[in-house]
């Protein structure tokens, strides 16, 4: 896994000011799993007429001091809402994924959203491994990774 075990210090680690740490972006894949893929996905498919919850995934990061939660916490948290989507999409009897649902932004479909989904994970998946990547750039100078080949 991309997240588990590591040490609290790189858990907590920022590359810049404008980057998340790992902690930020597993806080964030928690809330998001929880609060917004499946919930809208079930609205879409189950309940068109009702509003979408609204989300501040941005402001959430300070809203709710990611930065002082417990990095096992919130990763045994996210895995946790994570098999209950899992189960959840299990339990779908032959979803409509061409069904619509009118948005500020426009419609979306069900298989819309479903494809959100998974590039939103694949997003932070590389966002990881960028943030693995600049750390251990970081603790192995002065030595080089030139022969691992080209990033």
Known sequence: ????????EQARWKQDPDTWFILEVVSHLYDEEREDFR???????????????????????????????DMEGSLEGFLAERR???????????????AAYETSF???RAGDMFA??????????RQLIELHR??????????????????
Not at 116 to 125: G, I, K, R
């Open 116 to 125: 959100s989904w998974v590039a939103h994970d694949q997003m932070h998946m």
């Open 39 to 69: 919930v809208r996905l079930d609205i879409i498919l189950h309940k068109p007429d009702q509003t979408w919850p609204p989300i501040d995934p941005a402001g959430w990061v300070k809203e709710r001091r990611y930065n002082e939660r």
């Open 84 to 98: 209950d989507s899992l189960e959840w999409l299990k339990a779908l009897n032959s979803p409509n994924w061409d």
């Open 106 to 108: 426009g419609k979306i």
């Open 1 to 8: 896994m991309l997240v588990d075990g590591i040490p609290d």
């Open 134 to 151: 600049a750390h251990t750039l970081l603790i192995i100078d002065p030595y080089g990774s030139e022969y691992a080949g080209q990033w």
